[in-house]
């Protein structure tokens, strides 16, 4: 009986201890860790995780699908004059288009990234892109609390 007692208080001090390391898996749905994004240009680095404690949207676009392009311009007025934050990744295989779109659009140079073609692929699967781009809402603690935001979504926070 006693050899039973010390093996069930071991396991249950070991669930305790290991449960409390354990954070939600990233992956690009709702309710969980949003995946790592790090982006490189030419004005410096940025990742994802150096937004911790903010609230982020995180934008997909192309010029190739209008509906993506609209809501990163939208999202990108929206958060503006707010403390949300805009993050923005180009998937444009030409660069130049992008900064061409991106100047016409009037779009904030700060938040704005063009992914090359190499790291494309990678971003569409951890971020689970399917063949329209989205954008995702992001809360403080780096969870994915909402997909596609609206203006009037950002507005409530």
């Not at 001090?13 to 790592?36: E, H, K, M, N, W």
């Not at 790090?38 to 509906?67: C, H, I, M």
């Not at 699967?125 to 989205?134: F, I, K, M």
């Amino acid at each position: 009986m006693t050899k039973s007692l010390f093996t069930i208080a071991t396991l249950a001090v070991l669930l305790v201890f290991t449960s409390a390391y354990y954070t939600t898996p990233a992956d690009g749905r709702v309710g969980y860790q949003a995946p790592i994004l790090t982006e490189d240009n030419e004005a410096g680095s940025f990742a994802l995780s150096q937004l911790r404690g903010n609230y982020v949207v995180v934008s997909f676009w192309s010029s190739s699908q209008p509906k993506s392009r609209i809501s990163n311009l939208q999202l990108d007025r929206a958060t503006r004059m707010s403390d949300i934050q805009h993050v923005s990744v180009n998937m444009d295989e030409s660069e130049a288009l992008y900064r061409q779109v991106a100047t016409v659009d009037g779009l904030r140079s700060q938040w704005q990234w063009h992914c090359d073609s190499a790291a494309q692929d990678k971003l569409r699967r951890t971020w689970r892109q399917g063949s329209e781009y989205c954008s995702f809402l992001v809360d403080p603690e780096g969870r994915i609390i909402q997909k596609d935001p609206t203006p009037q979504d950002l507005a409530q926070l």
